[in-house]
């Protein structure tokens, strides 16, 4: 069996749930899906603001399992409102533009807390 590395972001609801923010596995990384809260509990009011924060999250993620950004070869990215895409693609542009990861964007009905409007994950091989 491949030896994983279990990555946590300290969050409460990783013991709550049973789940870790990222999980190594040989060389493989996978970052869960990730809502855009700031350390304070706060939530930025558009889809623009949480995508970044997302992906900050997902970012320090992976550089606790000694991978980056350029890594990523997959990422998922779950959203309340499609006609939002602008706003997603910006964000997710900006970080991915040139590492071009095989991505799929879902519109869904609600995410756990009524405040969050995209949950981004990603898999890395570094």
Not at 32 to 41: F, I, K, L, Y
Not at 84 to 110: L, N, W
């Amino acid at each position: 069996m491949t030896q994983k590395t279990l990555i946590t972001s300290g969050s409460k609801w990783e013991p709550l749930l049973g789940y870790s923010r990222a999980v190594v596995a040989g060389n493989t990384v996978y970052v869960s899906g990730t809502c855009g809260v700031e350390a304070d509990g706060s939530v930025a009011p558009d889809m623009y603001g949480q995508a970044k924060r997302a992906l900050e999250i997902i970012e320090a993620a992976l550089a606790q399992a000694g991978a980056g950004m350029k890594d990523v070869v997959r990422t998922r990215i779950f959203v309340t409102d499609a006609g939002k895409f602008d706003d997603i693609a910006k964000a997710h542009g900006a970080v991915f533009g040139e590492v071009r990861p095989a991505t799929t964007i879902v519109e869904v009905s609600r995410l756990v807390d009524a405040c969050f409007m995209v949950e981004i994950e990603a898999v890395a091989v570094i």
